[in-house]
């Protein structure tokens, strides 16, 4: 059974920064590109990053470009989303997904069909 399981969010000052982990099980991460999803009460789902296989490509919403890093450890089983400068309209539920897609069209949220339960990060004085 694949599985993800978020961690890292919680409570934080605009300008802070957090580092969200997601953890892998029953299946070897290195066959997967994982996304970084958030949702916001009372909005859709959207992606936030996103990166391949090998950890080579990577893509980033305009909206957190500059400001987070997605990056993973395959023999970690393992994939992180660092969070710099957050802003209070960055607060939401993160989640990680995993796509066996190798031509899955960035931050697109149908490419994903396994979820963690996601992680709570909110930013706020």
């Known amino acids: 059974q694949l599985q993800l399981v978020e961690s890292g969010g919680g409570l934080v000052q605009p300008g802070g920064s957090l580092r969200l982990s997601c953890v892998a099980s029953?299946?070897?991460?290195?066959?997967?590109?994982i996304g970084w999803f958030r949702q916001a009460p009372g909005k859709e789902r959207e992606g936030v990053a996103d990166?391949?296989?090998?950890?080579?490509?990577?893509n980033y919403a305009g909206s957190v470009k500059g400001r987070f890093t997605i990056s993973r450890d395959n023999a970690k089983n393992t994939a992180y989303l660092e969070m710099n400068s957050l802003k209070p309209e960055d607060t939401a539920v993160y989640y990680c997904?995993?796509?066996?897609?190798?031509?899955?069209?960035?931050?697109?949220?149908?490419?994903?069909?396994?979820w963690g339960q996601g992680t709570q990060v909110t930013v706020s004085s």
């Open positions: 029953g299946f070897t991460l290195d066959a997967y590109a």
């Open positions: 997904g995993a796509t066996d897609s190798s031509a899955y069209v960035p931050l697109a949220l149908y490419e994903y069909d396994s």
């Open positions: 990166i391949n296989r090998s950890g080579e490509t990577t």
